[in-house]
């Protein structure tokens, strides 16, 4: 079947702009988590999602960061007056299972650049 | 919180040759350890995972051992090939996982 599904692949925004990044995890994933990578450097966790309730947000960098999957599927985190430093890949994984020590299944990110 | 050390950054060898790539992780608590090749551009691929259970993984050229005592985790790629040439990463879990910096592997023909 399809894999993590992200979009866009790319976004470009102004500093202080607003953006919202999708993921569309496999079909009937418990689990899905949000990271950031930055350049040359392993995915930083950042929240979190069991079915709709999100039970961990202790990576999220701000309160400029917020990330919602509603029904428990499809998922978008958006992140607010945007800044330089928030430059990354955005990578979003899901996982089968309730359990976070689980395989993880990885989309290809968005690559976010902040002018 | 979780911490995890991954060595070495950069890793060159031979086709053929084998590739070692260490973690060492500070939470004695983490009890899943995967291993991810990502290519450049693409998204990270699980190639192999280990449990705290568990001593030794393997799965064709690629192994895995654990030291729980140690605190230590290691990837081996024997007959290495152009083909493994990407970045790896390790990564300790428990609630959350943390992962490594990446060793970028060249398998030079």
């Known amino acids: 079947g399809a894999g993590v599904s992200q979009s866009p692949r790319y976004k470009v925004a102004k500093r202080g702009q607003d953006v919202a990044l999708r993921c569309d995890p496999i079909?009937?994933?418990?689990?899905l988590f949000w990271y950031q990578q930055a350049l040359g450097q392993g995915p930083e966790f950042l929240t979190y999602?069991?079915?709709?309730?999100?039970?961990?947000k202790s990576g999220l960098p701000s309160d400029r960061f917020f990330a919602e999957r509603p029904e428990g599927s499809v998922s978008t985190l958006k992140i607010q007056r945007t800044q330089q430093e928030d430059s990354a890949v955005y990578l979003c994984?899901?996982?089968?299972?309730?359990?976070?020590?689980?395989?993880?299944?990885f989309g290809d990110g968005t690559r976010l650049s902040i002018l | 919180g979780e911490n995890v050390e991954q060595h070495p950054s950069t890793l060159s060898v031979q086709e053929g040759d084998s590739a070692v790539i260490k973690c060492t992780y500070s939470?004695?608590?983490?009890?899943?350890f995967p291993w991810y090749k990502q290519e450049l551009g693409k998204r990270p691929q699980l190639i192999i995972d280990?449990?705290?259970?568990?001593g030794e993984k393997k799965d064709q050229r690629i192994a895995v051992t654990l030291n729980k005592t140690a605190k230590h985790f290691s990837l081996h790629i024997t007959e290495t090939q152009p083909e493994d040439s990407a970045v790896y990463f390790c990564a300790a879990s428990r609630s959350k996982s943390t992962f490594g910096d990446g060793t970028t592997l060249t398998v030079k023909p």
């Open positions: 994984a899901s996982s089968l299972q309730r359990q976070t020590n689980q395989p993880q299944h």
């Open positions: 079909s009937g994933h418990v689990s």
């Open positions: 999602f069991q079915n709709e309730a999100q039970l961990d």
């Open positions: 939470d004695s608590a983490s009890n899943y």
């Open positions: 280990i449990r705290s259970n568990v």
